[in-house]
């Protein structure tokens, strides 16, 4: 068994993997006669040759510590984003691809508020919600080509919160 220690998120760790969307410091703009701070464009949208943006809903089950994490897949030719609709963490596994396979994967889990957008070909595990309901607005390349593939790891890897996550267990 291997075990996989879930870090907190932060957009400079998550940087080769994608976007963290998150409201922080002062807001690109002020709107709405002042009542409202847009933070502006940001995550890099790819949806390929072929593809058009689509805005789907995930109603998904929870996960318990340890998570385990049998596969990642990635998009080759979109990019995907999990937008929590509640203020609850989830959990974010990445990998590098190292000549076409993933390499060591990192584990994040969010913040309140946090939602990520995975660059096109990024490596991930699937949506994994730590806390009910797992409702999320997930905004990927809705299109007729293929746009998955799987790795199976070897084994699994245990994924556990690092001391900094550890509010994060089940009550
Ligand atoms: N299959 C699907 O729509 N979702 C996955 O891509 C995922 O990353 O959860
Ligand atoms: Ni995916």
Aim: proline share 9%; charged share 20%.
């Amino acid at each position: 068994m291997t075990r996989l220690i879930a870090d907190a998120l932060t957009a400079e760790a998550f940087a080769p993997f994608g976007d963290v969307l998150e409201v922080r410091g002062t807001p690109d703009k002020i709107i709405n006669r002042g009542r409202c701070g847009r933070f502006h464009d940001l995550a890099a949208l790819d949806f390929g040759a072929g593809g058009r943006a689509g805005i789907s809903l995930f109603e998904s089950a929870i996960v318990e510590w340890p998570v385990e994490v049998a596969m990642v897949e990635r998009h080759p030719e979109g990019s995907q984003a999990f937008l929590p609709m509640t203020e609850h963490p989830f959990l974010v596994v990445v990998a590098p691809d190292e000549n076409g396979r993933p390499g060591s994967p990192r584990a994040f889990v969010t913040a309140p508020g946090q939602g990520i957008n995975f660059y096109r070909g990024t490596w991930h595990g699937v949506l994994t919600p730590l806390h009910a309901p797992g409702l999320f607005a997930v905004v990927d390349r809705i299109g007729d080509t293929p746009n998955l593939e799987e790795h199976w790891f070897d084994a699994p890897y245990h994924v556990e919160p690092g001391e900094d996550r550890a509010g994060t267990m089940q009550a």
